[in-house]
């Protein structure tokens, strides 16, 4: 089941008609700043995916389809058309029209099925000081499957594989144009936006198992909830100053501050395309601050029934249920 949300119970039925004042003044004003996200209405049969942007967090949504029909169904399509398709998407937003209530959708991960999920491992200072571990002098890199990709408020499922399954809040970010050897100086211009992310990891095959690679402990179903919007670079003041954290059961577990990262956004959109093609739709997972369960003494892992919620400053939090 989805965890139900308070802010989900807002919505009303889509509507396709010009934005009053009241509306209009949510707007951002900045014509490059959205929210975009990807969703399914309640109504509609089959597994059918929808592209919209948010008139403000936990807003009504603009439908880009009901607007445009010629527009792309996903985010990576939308991301694969460049410029235009964010323009196409920018106008949607102006026009007011083609309204979606929250009570009536249900809010999918920004990015359901990228070529490559690049995650980074142990880049916070304090991260690596809790664990004893050195500090990396170079990006870890490790990854998941696509397939673990789950919405903002759907459940992880506890595999039954696994005894110790842990959280880890981070901030995400996706690639918005292919790229190869990308300097950095140049790498922010490659990234479309920012999203909140949970590294759920299955600590038992990550740490003791399978030969101590991290893979199968990283990437069960369920386990990269991902959400709830893809904000645009230029609707966030400085990604590498926003207070982050994670909670378990309404308790702070982790809190800390992006600018702690020990490699920042352009530094790994650098290094990781010295080795692969990055294309529209990438998602990276940046690593995690200080305050994962399986350092913490004695060590504490997630139960059916716990829910945890990640939250990124500007981004907005993801809350699921554990079953």
């Given at each position: 089941m989805r965890f139900p949300l308070r802010s989900f119970c807002i919505f009303r039925s889509l509507i396709c008609q010009r934005p009053t004042t009241a509306d209009a003044r949510r707007q951002n004003s900045s014509s490059a700043a959205m929210r975009l996200v990807q969703f399914r209405r309640h109504s509609d049969k089959g597994n059918i995916i929808r592209v919209g942007v948010e008139q403000g967090e936990g807003l009504g949504v603009v439908d880009l389809k009901a607007?445009?029909?010629?527009?792309?169904?996903?985010?990576?399509?939308?991301?694969?058309?460049?410029?235009k398709g964010l323009e196409s998407a920018q106008r949607a937003l102006a026009s007011g029209q083609c309204l979606v209530d929250r009570a009536d959708i249900q809010l999918l991960p920004p990015v359901s099925a990228p070529e490559k999920v690049v995650c980074v491992g142990m880049n916070y200072k304090d991260h690596c000081l809790e664990q004893n571990a050195p500090i990396p002098e170079k990006p870890i890199i490790f990854s998941k499957f696509p397939s673990a990709i789950t919405g903002p408020y759907d459940d992880i499922i506890l595999p039954t594989e696994s005894q110790e399954v842990d959280w880890e809040v981070e901030l995400a970010f996706v690639i918005g144009r292919r790229g190869k050897h990308i300097k950095e100086e140049d790498a922010l211009s490659y990234v479309a936006g920012f999203t909140v992310a949970n590294d759920v990891s299955a600590r038992d095959w990550q740490m003791k198992r399978n030969g101590n690679q991290w893979l199968l402990g990283k990437t069960f179903d369920s386990f990269c909830p991902l959400g709830p919007a893809l904000v645009t670079r230029d609707a966030v003041r400085d990604p590498h100053n926003l207070n982050i954290r994670c909670l378990v059961n309404g308790v702070t577990m982790q809190s800390s501050n992006t600018e702690q990262m020990i490699f920042k956004t352009a530094a790994l959109v650098a290094w990781v395309s010295k080795f692969v093609t990055l294309t529209p739709g990438d998602v990276f997972l940046t690593g995690t601050p200080p305050g994962v369960g399986v350092f913490k003494n004695p060590p504490v892992f997630l139960k059916k029934g716990d829910v945890v919620e990640c939250q990124v400053d500007q981004l907005g939090s993801i809350i699921n249920k554990v079953v």
């Amino acid at each position: 089941m989805r965890f139900p949300l308070r802010s989900f119970c807002i919505f009303r039925s889509l509507i396709c008609q010009r934005p009053t004042t009241a509306d209009a003044r949510r707007q951002n004003s900045s014509s490059a700043a959205m929210r975009l996200v990807q969703f399914r209405r309640h109504s509609d049969k089959g597994n059918i995916i929808r592209v919209g942007v948010e008139q403000g967090e936990g807003l009504g949504v603009v439908d880009l389809k009901a607007f445009d029909p010629s527009m792309p169904s996903t985010m990576r399509e939308l991301l694969e058309l460049g410029e235009k398709g964010l323009e196409s998407a920018q106008r949607a937003l102006a026009s007011g029209q083609c309204l979606v209530d929250r009570a009536d959708i249900q809010l999918l991960p920004p990015v359901s099925a990228p070529e490559k999920v690049v995650c980074v491992g142990m880049n916070y200072k304090d991260h690596c000081l809790e664990q004893n571990a050195p500090i990396p002098e170079k990006p870890i890199i490790f990854s998941k499957f696509p397939s673990a990709i789950t919405g903002p408020y759907d459940d992880i499922i506890l595999p039954t594989e696994s005894q110790e399954v842990d959280w880890e809040v981070e901030l995400a970010f996706v690639i918005g144009r292919r790229g190869k050897h990308i300097k950095e100086e140049d790498a922010l211009s490659y990234v479309a936006g920012f999203t909140v992310a949970n590294d759920v990891s299955a600590r038992d095959w990550q740490m003791k198992r399978n030969g101590n690679q991290w893979l199968l402990g990283k990437t069960f179903d369920s386990f990269c909830p991902l959400g709830p919007a893809l904000v645009t670079r230029d609707a966030v003041r400085d990604p590498h100053n926003l207070n982050i954290r994670c909670l378990v059961n309404g308790v702070t577990m982790q809190s800390s501050n992006t600018e702690q990262m020990i490699f920042k956004t352009a530094a790994l959109v650098a290094w990781v395309s010295k080795f692969v093609t990055l294309t529209p739709g990438d998602v990276f997972l940046t690593g995690t601050p200080p305050g994962v369960g399986v350092f913490k003494n004695p060590p504490v892992f997630l139960k059916k029934g716990d829910v945890v919620e990640c939250q990124v400053d500007q981004l907005g939090s993801i809350i699921n249920k554990v079953v």
